[in-house]
T-cell receptor, first 113, second 115 residues
């Protein structure tokens, strides 16, 4: 089955700096890779996703890149703000039409003002 | 107007009890899921239902049973609760096209504490 590794587990940056979170996956048939942001005590919220036929996707200060050959994908947050502080999860959908979403273990991002 | 809702938000109960958590979505999605988030914040899929049929059943104890009266609802019944069942349980929903997975949207979570 799919295995998703996420690094780093914690990340601290100064406000205005960029933050990068990296994930690797094992199932070469995986074709969908969402990123979720979870604030303390709240639900995971989808912030951006990418499909396997696309190499990069941007949404304002957030971007995701996908390298299918290397089986890794990354989340990039530019001009970080204190409200970006949260736990971020990557996920990969297992191959096959009924595959599960397999989540990474999360990255706790702290943005210091 | 919450898209995916769950009740109750908090659930405190004794070991051995039976409890249920309800989930409803008004997004018109045809697939619903239950996830467990443990104390280390690890999210793991438990069940998913597509058009009232179980399509994925992870190796969770058979004390856990999903029940879907219609495609807008997926309830989770837990029998003989154990201390290790303490966690946050999230419901989620998505559209399942069979060829392309669409985004999953999560409910607010139910925080279960077993004493």
């Amino acid at each position: 089955g799919e295995n998703v590794e996420q690094h780093p587990s914690t990340l601290s940056v100064q406000e205005g700096d960029s933050a990068v979170i990296k994930c690797t996956y094992s199932d070469s048939a995986s074709n969908y890779f969402p990123w979720y942001k979870q604030e303390l005590g709240k639900r995971p919220q989808l912030i951006i996703d990418i499909r396997s036929n696309v190499g990069e996707k941007k949404d304002q200060r957030i971007a995701v890149t996908l390298n299918k050959t290397a089986k890794h994908f990354s989340l990039h947050i530019t001009e970080t703000q204190p409200e970006d502080s949260a736990v971020y999860f990557c996920a990969a959908k297992e191959g096959g039409s009924q595959g599960n979403l397999i989540f990474g273990k999360g990255t706790k991002l702290s943005v210091k003002p | 107007d919450t898209a995916v809702s769950q009740t109750p938000k908090y659930l405190v109960t004794q070991m051995g009890n039976d409890k249920s958590i309800k989930c409803e979505q008004n997004l018109g999605h045809d697939t619903m899921y239950w996830y467990k988030q443990d104390s280390k914040k690890f999210l793991k899929i438990m069940f998913s239902y597509n058009n009232k049929e179980l399509i994925i059943n992870e190796t969770v104890p058979n004390r856990f049973s999903p029940k879907s009266p219609d495609k807008a609802h997926l309830n989770l019944h837990i029998n003989s609760l154990e201390l290790g069942d303490s966690a946050v349980y999230f419901c989620a929903s998505s559209l399942f096209s069979g060829t392309a997975t669409l985004a999953q949207y999560f409910g607010p979570g139910t925080r279960l504490l077993v004493l």
